[in-house]
């Protein structure tokens, strides 16, 4: 009988290589995978572009510069590759795959619907192309209590009120991004201020405007989605390996996924539609019952969204943050890379 653990990967995805994680891809990958950094570079230099080696070796963290989507894209998906590559494979069988957002690109490659190599394409291309979209960004808003546990009535109030400023003429305002205990609204600059302006009392945090951040997930992405599907062939694709979970919860098998009908999600609805990743770990969770859940780096920022989107259907009992952290001291059942102690248990 075997011994090793089977495991839920979920790959990050934007504003999770920061200030701490300047330096990490070249100190953790550097010495083990420089093939595979060379193939980066190489891809990079050949659009012009700085390469992953550069970006991360900067003297210093840049807001302007390693948060821009065309930087932070290919750094993420770096970390995030280079980190599911570093996994124990002697002691944990992956089984599934998930992703956050930009994220999915990362799953496509770490449950090889597409080589590590063209992630890195497409990773690449689409730090890029989501710069191109109508006007609008992002805001990001907290709905539960300092348990993890939802306020009661505060989504449905800002579901409400959503909807009452879309309907606005001149007002463009949708969800985005679910990140169980955060939501993420996208719309133009009139709906997002109206937004701002008009949201009721949230816990812990005022609604943040996100930074560098277009209307991801919205009809407002249209360009992007057009130059996706011109610029990155359905060629690239093929049948996953193991399974992935997207962000509509829908589950990509490896004997019954059409590689056509994963590219035309991804460079479609994925970026013109919500993303609904809470519901992905829900699903995976429920589908694939893991003995973990391991997050790569770059970073552990989504790990409270990982536990909240738990809390969310009381799984294995967690109700609550005293419940997680609970079970994180006794037997984790999340092991962020980002964290060295947790990475020491995922790599050997």
Known sequence: ?????????????????????????????????????????????????????????????????????????????????????????????????????????????????????????????????????????????????????????????????VDSIAARPGHALVLSIDLAGMLVFAGDEAGLAALLAEAPPTPGRDPLRLAGHGPFHTPLMFGSADKAKAELPAGLFSAPAIPMVDGRGHVWRRFSSDPAAVWDYTFGHQILAPYDFALSVQVAVKEFAPDVIILPGPGDTLGGAIAQSLIGITWQGIAGKGDFMARQASDPILLSMGRPEQRALVTG
């Open 1 to 161: 009988m075997s011994t090793r653990k089977t495991a839920l990967v979920v790959a990050p995805g934007r504003g999770t290589y920061g200030k701490g994680e300047l330096g990490s891809i070249a100190r953790l990958h550097g010495a083990r995978f420089p093939d595979l950094i060379a193939n980066f570079d190489a891809q990079r230099t050949d659009r012009g572009q700085p390469t992953v080696t550069e970006l991360d070796g900067a003297d210093r963290f840049s807001v302007a510069t390693h948060m821009r989507g065309d930087v932070a894209a290919p750094l993420i998906y770096t970390a995030t590759a280079l980190d599911y590559l570093s996994i124990d494979r002697e002691k944990y069988d992956v089984i599934a795959v998930a992703g956050n957002s930009m994220g999915w690109y990362s799953a496509l490659a770490l449950g090889g619907a597409v080589s590590v190599a063209d992630g890195f394409r497409i990773s690449n291309a689409m730090g890029l192309n989501s710069q191109t979209h109508g006007p609008g960004g992002q805001i990001l808003l907290q709905v539960v209590d300092e348990d993890w546990r939802p306020v009661p009535g505060l989504r449905d109030a800002l579901f409400a009120l």
